[in-house]
């Protein structure tokens, strides 16, 4: 897809276009992400955006792989509810049907669970109500490697995160012969009351389940149930950062004609309600020049102090970055990295190995790119920092956490 003038691509049918009720409108932006997919809320109108090709996939997703996807921005049209209904074509349907072999005890199950409703959506009301409320979340790493680690999930084990449930939930689905799919992406985020948006991290990964609902088409479903996260000191920390860098991009990176028109004409306003003439006073001051105006109307000085307080503005990200990660390496070698800290670990890893030309795939899981990488010391070097990372983010294992330091400056040291 090519979007027209503007950057403005338009996504949706004129059926679409017609449906009367309100609109989201939203902005976006991407920051330290090792993805080139495009996150929507919502089904999405139309987008703008700079990259000038987009693509589509068959199940509804957008990718830009010609684009930087670190730092890159686009605003959203989308309608908040679901999708049209439309009929599911016979080879769709069949595609969302298949499954491996699965432990017949999974299939039995399936049945039973949704021995008493009478249409698809109450039997995926069941499934979703038996997983939420029989099985339990935990982030907890698994004791042994298992041969089917869906049917010990379900019926030893009982307990897992997001993507056990959803994996169960698309499995049991399919055993009773509704269409269905595993999706993953975002779930909640913070809002940050400092810039007034919603700060979405690597913590709030999370996978869910659509099935195909006659007369509905694709329905969203979510088997796991909701796990409680306290906060700490950190996370107020975190919103200053936030802030920091997202001034940084507006008003430095992105200072394009409209900022900086906008914050010229806050500038005047401000100056003729509270009546700062000490610029200019300071002005005359300095070139000796008493009584004259200074050149630009006046602008010079203002110009010069808003000047300083960009330069101050740059330099503030940076320092509040590096005090991050201080902070975050004293964490690590105590033992106390939280689940975002190891994403955090992991995204730097992924850049270090990257400037290295290896770049992780998008389909990859971290296993399978540590595999993947053919210079034998970074491999094993990735593969050990892997297993640290799988301890301190789903085993929230104090030795795995305080290896990752040390295991990053490794990798990092490589050539």
């Known amino acids: ?141 698994w004791e042994r490697v298992v041969d089917d680690p869906l049917a010990h999930f379900l019926f030893e084990r009982k307990k897992g995160h997001c993507e056990y449930f959803a994996s169960a939930m698309a499995v049991m689905l399919r055993a009773v012969w509704i269409p269905s799919r595993v999706a993953t992406g975002f779930l909640g985020g913070t809002r940050n009351p400092l810039i007034d948006w919603q700060v979405v991290r690597a913590s709030d990964a999370h996978s869910w389940v659509e099935a195909w609902i006659p007369g509905r088409g694709w329905v969203t479903f979510d088997p796991t149930p909701s796990a409680e996260t306290a906060g700490d000191g950190w996370s107020r920390l975190s919103m200053w950062l936030d802030a920091a860098e997202l001034f940084w991009q507006e008003w430095v990176v992105g200072y394009d004609l409209d900022r900086q028109l906008t914050l010229a004409l806050s500038v005047s306003e401000s100056r003729k309600r509270l009546n700062f003439d000490w610029a200019a006073r300071w002005w005359s001051a300095l070139t000796g020049e008493a009584g004259k105006t200074p050149p630009g109307g006046g602008w ?81 070097a990735v593969g050990e920092f892997t297993r640290a990372y799988y301890d301190a983010r789903y085993g929230t294992k104090a030795a795995g956490a305080a290896r990752l330091g040390p295991l990053l400056d490794r990798i990092k040291s490589l050539p």
Do not use: C
């Open 1 to 141: 897809l090519i979007p027209g003038e503007d950057g403005l691509l338009k996504l949706a049918g004129d059926d679409q276009l017609r449906r009367e009720g309100r609109r989201l409108n939203y902005e976006v932006m991407l920051h330290r992400v090792n993805t080139d997919w495009l996150f929507i809320v919502g089904i999405p109108e139309y987008i703008r955006l700079r990259p000038m090709r987009v693509l589509a996939t068959s199940t509804g997703g957008l990718r830009v792989p010609f684009a930087q996807a670190d730092g890159l921005r686009y605003n959203v049209i989308a309608w908040p509810g679901e999708a049209m209904a439309q009929a599911l074509p016979p080879e769709e349907r069949i595609h969302h049907l298949r499954l491996p072999q699965p432990d017949p005890r999974i299939l039995t199950l399936a049945n039973e669970v949704t021995a008493g409703a009478r249409s698809d959506l109450e039997r995926a009301h069941a499934i979703e109500e038996w997983l939420r409320t029989r099985l339990k979340y935990s982030l907890d790493p």
């Open 300 to 380: 010079l000085p203002w110009a010069a102090g808003l000047a300083l307080l960009l330069a101050a503005a740059a330099g503030a990200p940076l320092l509040l970055r590096h005090a991050g990660r201080l902070a975050l390496r004293r964490r690590a070698a105590r033992g106390q990295a939280s689940s975002h800290d190891a994403s955090v670990f992991y995204t730097e890893m992924l850049n270090a190995v990257a400037r290295r030309g290896f770049v992780k795939l998008t389909g990859q899981t971290p296993e399978e790119f540590a595999l993947s990488i053919p210079d034998s010391r970074i491999a094993a």
